[in-house]
């Protein structure tokens, strides 16, 4: 039984940890070494909750100018799950 918020703040956590430690150089290349910013979205299914909600949170999340290609390697697969 655990909340959204500590199930989001998990997978956060995990996913930079697994990120960090299979490509080094991302965690220098970050002011201050956060992977995430601090939101997040949940939703539950229910009648306020349809596709075109998420798509619009989505696109608002700013646009591929704005962020900085810090690795590409594509030998590198997370296995989290």
């Known amino acids: ?3 959204p918020t500590k199930i989001a ?4 956590s995990i996913t930079a940890r697994e990120i960090f430690s299979q490509a080094p150089g991302v965690k220098r290349a970050l002011w201050g070494g956060a992977f995430w910013g601090s939101g997040f979205y949940i939703n539950t299914v229910g009648r306020h909750s349809n596709e075109q ?3 619009a ?6 646009s ?3 962020y900085q290609v810090l690795h590409r390697n594509n ?4 296995n989290l799950f």
Do not use: C, M
């Open 57 to 62: 949170y989505v696109k608002n999340q700013g």
């Open 53 to 55: 909600v998420i798509a």
């Open 1 to 3: 039984t655990y909340s």
């Open 75 to 78: 030998d590198i697969q997370l």
């Open 64 to 66: 591929e100018k704005d």
């Open 9 to 12: 703040r998990t997978i956060k």
